[in-house]
């Protein structure tokens, strides 16, 4: 059983937990796309881990972590992260796999991306300024270096320094800071050294794998919205964080994906810039209140909304989601009203599935179905029936309004704290 997992909605949505959960009846994780823009948090015991690069399957004892060819790495990133799993006592050696064709991040491309960012001024997109978006900018552009070059020094120097000219004259127009490339080249030798042993053809390992009958869990990053192709473009990553991404992203084909899981949040959360048609104040400032809702990697406070049916239900329909697991439920136990965005409004029309154009989007407006709160801690539960039976009626709602099945629910950060349906 290969299953693909991925964010039904803004990014944010539990995934790194959903996969901690899901690992101890998987043998392989891959990352197929997105990088350390990424802030997947993981619970177990006293200790929080957020991963940034690395698959949320590090935590468990010999599971395998991919990092795939369509991941844009950082390497002195990946380093640090390494590094720090180490230092708490989790070991990488033998474990961890990175793609020899994934591109590398490099500082013109984090500086590029906070000099446009700052250009765009009052229309900035909100990106995590990793340099995300110029990376896979030059993948496109067929001028990216990709990790098979940083394992061979010589050609990565070389490539480096045409790069590093090119992209000091751009930095220069729009006001940002040149680079050193003497510095940069150190910096990422030494960094290409250590992640050496990890380099490898990752897609005649994965296909070895899944003809010996391994399970292989794809852990997406991001979520619907923030697609390339299908989130609210101009506000999205520059990655396809749907299904599909699942396949490009790893060279594992279609036929050999059995199912997809969606995760939600029992709300909707987003962070950055861009339409959020289901905002809300009043759940921003409770959420807020709780401690609840601040940014894995920037620690920006996130946007809060009522869950936005409209938005599963095409989400469910891109990436066809055949489970969901929802996250968060325990966010909404102290509400007496919960509310559910089932259409929007736009121009006095009625619509059903959310528009392509931005604008459009931006001005539409949120129709409501009201929902009783179940107002009892929900965090100790572990089975659906034991459950308030108003918290039990809003899951199915929300699933059937998605139209998914419900497959795991989540009552709290930790592992434990998650029952399957
Ligand atoms: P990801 O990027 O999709 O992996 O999600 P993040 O880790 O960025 O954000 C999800 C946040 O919700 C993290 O702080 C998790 O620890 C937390 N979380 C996940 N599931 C639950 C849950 O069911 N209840 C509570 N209270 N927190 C949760
Ligand atoms: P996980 O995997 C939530 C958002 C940024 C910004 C937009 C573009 O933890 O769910 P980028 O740096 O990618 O060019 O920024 O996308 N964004 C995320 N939002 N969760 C994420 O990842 C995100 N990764 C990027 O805030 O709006
Ligand atoms: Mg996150």
């Given at each position: ?34 990088g ?13 881990f ?15 972590c ?35 064709t994934?591109?590398v991040?490099?500082?013109?491309h984090?500086?590029l991306?906070?000099a446009r ?9 909100g ?7 110029p990376?896979?900018?030059?993948k496109?552009?067929?001028t ?11 050609v ?17 127009s ?14 990422y ?6 992640l050496?042993?990890?380099i ?19 852990e ?22 749907t ?22 949040k029992?709300?909707?959360t ?8 289901s ?24 946007r ?12 469910a329909?891109i ?11 325990d966010?909404l ?51 659906f029936?034991?459950?308030p039976?108003n918290a ?21 950060a930790?592992r ?6």
């Amino acid at each position: 059983m290969n299953t693909i997992l991925i964010g039904a909605q803004f990014g944010d949505e539990g995934k790194g937990k959903i996969i901690d959960v899901m690992m101890e009846n998987n043998d392989v994780v891959v990352r197929f796309q997105g990088g350390n823009n990424a802030g997947h948090t993981v619970e177990v015991g006293t200790e929080k881990f957020v991963l940034h690069l690395i698959p949320s399957g590090i935590l468990r004892p010999g599971r395998k972590c991919v990092i795939g060819n369509g991941v844009v790495v950082d390497p002195v990133a990946l380093v640090k992260e390494i590094k720090g799993l180490h230092e708490r006592g989790i070991r990488t050696e033998g474990k961890l796999l990175l793609s020899e064709t994934a591109h590398v991040v490099l500082p013109y491309h984090s500086r590029l991306d906070e000099a446009r960012e700052n250009h765009r001024g009052a229309g900035k997109i909100g990106t995590t300024k990793r340099g995300i978006g110029p990376t896979y900018g030059d993948k496109a552009a067929r001028t990216g270096l990709r990790l098979i070059d940083l394992a061979q020094p010589k050609v990565f120097s070389k490539k480096l320094k045409a790069r590093i000219e090119e992209n000091n004259a751009i930095l220069k127009s729009l006001g940002g800071e040149p680079l050193d490339y003497a510095t940069v080249n150190k910096a990422y030798l030494e960094a290409g050294k250590f992640l050496a042993p990890y380099i490898t053809n990752s897609v005649i390992w994965l296909h070895d794998q899944i003809k010996r009958k391994k399970r292989v869990l794809f852990e997406g990053a991001q979520g619907t919205f923030l697609d390339i192709d299908f989130g609210t473009y101009p506000f999205v990553t520059s990655s396809n964080t749907t299904a599909g991404g699942a396949v490009t992203g790893s060279g594992v084909p279609p036929h050999k994906m059995d199912r997809v899981i969606g995760v939600i949040k029992a709300y909707t959360t987003r962070v950055g810039e861009g339409p959020l048609p289901s905002q809300s104040q009043e759940l921003g400032d409770l959420l807020h209140g709780m401690g609840r809702e601040y940014g894995a990697t920037t620690g920006r406070e996130r946007r809060c909304g009522w869950f936005d049916a409209v938005a599963t239900h095409y989400s469910a329909m891109i990436n066809g989601i055949d489970e969901l697991a929802v996250t968060n439920l325990d966010g909404l136990d102290t509400l007496k009203k919960i509310k559910v965005c089932v259409a929007y409004k736009l121009d006095g029309k009625t619509i059903k599935f959310p528009p392509n154009d931005i604008d459009m989007l931006a001005r539409c407006e949120p129709v409501f179905r009201t929902f009783a709160g179940w107002q009892t801690p929900t965090s100790d539960v572990r089975k659906f029936s034991k459950l308030p039976v108003n918290a039990q009626k809003y899951l199915k709602a929300i699933a059937d309004l998605t139209g998914a099945k419900l497959r795991i629910i989540s009552v709290g950060a930790q592992r434990e704290q998650t029952f399957m349906v």
